[in-house]
Every structure is written in structure tokens, then in C-alpha cells.
């Protein structure tokens, strides 16, 4: 448990700090991997708490002038790294959990049906 509240606080942070909705960001996370760093999906081609493919995972990090370093399941990098896709080089769509998860959120804020 504890170790998905810091989890939580990273993306939360990072979100923040990247102007992402940080329960946007949440919400992928959790119906990506669960929250889970060592989450393996797409029959061993998605990595880590954002699902990572390593080819994506390349594409961003090289736009953000960092290493391609396989850091998939890295809380801290991958989590940068999505924050990072999605409010610079907005690839929101990337994950195909982003829709349900507008709609999610959306639906927790919409004002109660009188």
C-alpha cells in the first residue's frame, strides 16, 4: 500500500509540474498497470506503470535530449517521461486508456442531476 501512495505522489508531483490533470494522470496509471512499475502488457512489449512500448519510450526521451536507456519500469523516468508526452508533445492519444479516462474524470466533475 505504501509503496502505491508514493507512486501516487510521484505522478501527482509530476503532473503538477507538467501541467498535466494530475487525476488524468491517475486514472491512466491505474487502468494501464495498476499501478504497478513491473506491470508487462501487449505480450511483453509494454513496460512499466505507462505501458511503455521500448519504441515510444525512444521517441520521447530522445525529444527530451535524454538517454534511451531502458528505464520503462523506473517510477520516477517513465512517469516524467509520460508527463512529458503528453502536455509538451501532446501524445495524450498514445495511450489508449486516455478517452475513458477523460470521460472518467469528467463525469466525477459534471455538477449532480437535479
Known sequence: ?????????????????YGVDPELALCICRRESSFNPRAVGDEGEAVGLW????????????S?????TDHRANVLESTEAAMYA???LGLCHWWSTYKG???EISGRRSPPQL
Open 86 to 88: 503528453m502536455s509538451v
Open 64 to 68: 527530451m535530449d535524454l538517454s534511451t
Open 101 to 103: 479516462c477523460l470521460e
Open 1 to 17: 500500500m505504501a509503496s502505491i501512495l508514493a507512486t501516487m505522489a510521484v505522478i501527482r508531483a509530476l503532473a503538477g509540474l
Open 51 to 62: 505501458q511503455w512500448h521500448k519504441t515510444s519510450w525512444d521517441h520521447v526521451r530522445r
